[in-house]
């Protein structure tokens, strides 16, 4: 069997499938997806894409006590692409025993209890193990992509709307320097005609002036 993730979630140990574990971090969603289930949180960047937050507590129904302040994420690869799921704090990351783990048969595992694959007793304690790819419904699921792909696509139009802003920009600044350029040319014209024009008006003296010729008489 896989190593799992043991996390603590309300008192109760479960195991998350370290093979498909990303990472492990604190984070806070950066946006939120109106008219969600409550056990959504929103969606956070992570990498480069944006992940649901999925918080587990809500999920299981086991908000019996107040969440820990600094609780964690487990970012995981699913059938959906990649999600974060909240957690009390991750205990250890150990190896469970192929003997000690116990399959719950299809007929039990249902409804509430969809998503669990199996429990086992670990270190004396109830540990349930979790099959990630079974968390969410296909409506929930819908849900979920529906509202990762408005966000990319305000992302796209907020991202053409700026680049349209800056070529504009460039274009009228292209436009004003043009324009100066040719304020600058009409200027030095002006200046080459008038000095032609005095050129052209001015008289040149060389040498001194020729005194009359004396007439003489007899």
């Known amino acids: ?17 370290s093979t498909y574990v990303r990472s492990i971090e604190n984070g806070v969603p950066q946006m939120v997806l109106e008219g969600s289930p409550d056990f959504i949180e929103g ?14 507590r809500t999920m299981f129904e086991t908000d019996k ?11 995981m ?19 469970l025993s192929e003997g000690e783990f116990q399959k719950i048969p299809i007929v039990v595992n249902s409804g509430k209890t969809a998503y669990v694959s199996g429990a086992c007793s670990h270190h004396g304690r109830i540990l349930l193990v979790v099959d990630h790819n079974r968390l969410l419904s296909q409506d929930e ?4 992509k529906d509202g990762i792909k408005a966000v990319y696509e305000a992302e796209e139009a907020e991202k053409r709307r700026k680049e349209e ?54």
Request: proline share 3%; with cysteine; glycine share 6%.
């Open 141 to 144: 699921m819908k849900f979920v």
């Open 1 to 17: 069997m896989n190593k799992q993730v043991i996390c603590d979630i309300d008192g109760q140990y479960y195991g998350l499938d």
């Open 165 to 218: 802003e800056e070529a504009k920009r460039k274009a009228e600044e292209e436009k004003a320097k043009a324009g100066e350029n040719v304020e600058a040319a009409e200027a030095v014209t002006d200046t080459e005609a008038e000095t032609e024009a005095a050129e052209e008006t001015k008289v040149e003296v060389v040498g001194e002036p020729a005194e009359p010729a004396e007439i003489e008489t007899e």
């Open 65 to 75: 006590s107040e969440q820990p302040k600094y609780s964690q994420l487990i970012y």
């Open 77 to 95: 690869n699913t059938y959906n692409g990649t999600f974060a799921f909240r957690v009390d704090k991750v205990v250890e990351i150990d190896m």
């Open 43 to 56: 969606l956070i960047k992570f990498r480069g894409e944006w992940v649901p937050i999925i918080r587990l």
